[in-house]
């Protein structure tokens, strides 16, 4: 096959329920470009770690080959995924050529915290069916308090670019009261579907401590009323919510 570009991977999980519609293959990338004080993968994070390893496009479709009947796709996850986005472009390209010769359709997502502009490449996002796009804070002050980043002005952007290329498969947005401005992303957002006159999923994630270190290592769960409250107020703005 001649697929010879690496990736650096962090984990792989085989058959996942979580990370897109259906049954998936989930691929976890080693390296983030931020440091969220909620980040229950804070492994994930080094661009370099003793635990991740090199494996090329070509292995990575023999892994997947044998769970291609029983899969919907693949999700590349992070880390950021968008730090490696030339070397995904092979891979999903692969991933398409393996289900064309299995007779058997794979989609290809992306999770994303959003920080690198999808526009920048083009033939990825040719390759790719869609984003799972991470709105962690609308307000540039909330967003640096939560992330250490000074600006999420291309968060904001990539909102609106993959909703017009027809590529935004949801936005996820993790509740934590007090600390996350939902409501303001929940408006924005709302702002930015009705100006173009498409629209998406939102998914309001529950934050969870589990794995989480440092300040917010102990903080609450949302309840299940503050949840329900937050997707109501999703739903006056004309947003459609799941909740996990
Ligand atoms: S973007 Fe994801 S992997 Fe990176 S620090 Fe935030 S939660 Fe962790």
């Not at 080094?46 to 070509?58: G, I, N, P, V």
């Not at 609308?138 to 939560?146: A, G, K, M, S």
């Not at 303001?184 to 589990?210: M, V, W, Y």
Request: charged residues 25%.
């Amino acid at each position: 096959m001649g697929y010879r570009r690496k990736v650096r991977i962090r984990k792989i999980i085989s058959q996942s329920t979580v990370d897109g519609p259906g049954n998936r293959f989930a691929i976890f990338l080693q390296g983030c470009n931020i440091r969220c004080l909620y980040c229950h993968n804070p492994e994930t994070q080094a661009m370099e770690d003793a635990e991740a390893q090199e494996m090329t496009t070509e292995e990575l479709i023999e892994a997947i080959r044998p769970c291609v009947p029983f899969l919907r796709g693949v999700t590349v996850s992070g880390g950021e995924c968008m730090l490696q986005a030339e070397q995904l472009t092979e891979l999903f390209r692969a991933v398409k050529a393996l289900a064309a010769e299995m007779h058997h359709p794979l989609t290809c997502l992306l999770d994303s915290n959003g920080t690198i502009a999808f526009s920048r490449y083009p033939e990825l996002m040719q390759a790719c069916d869609g984003v799972m796009l991470d709105v962690k804070a609308w307000d540039e002050t909330v967003y640096e308090q939560l992330t250490g980043a000074k600006t999420n002005s291309t968060v904001r952007e990539n909102v609106r670019w993959l909703l017009e290329h027809d590529l935004l498969e949801e936005v996820r947005i993790v509740c934590l009261p007090g600390r996350v401005d939902v409501e303001t992303i929940l408006q924005n957002i709302a702002e930015i579907f009705d100006s173009i006159g498409k629209t998406s999923p939102i998914r309001l994630l529950r934050f969870r401590p589990h794995g989480v270190i440092g300040e917010l290592e102990n903080a609450p769960m949302p309840t299940d009323e503050q949840m329900a409250q937050l997707s109501e107020l999703a739903a006056r703005y004309g947003l459609q919510t799941t909740i996990r």
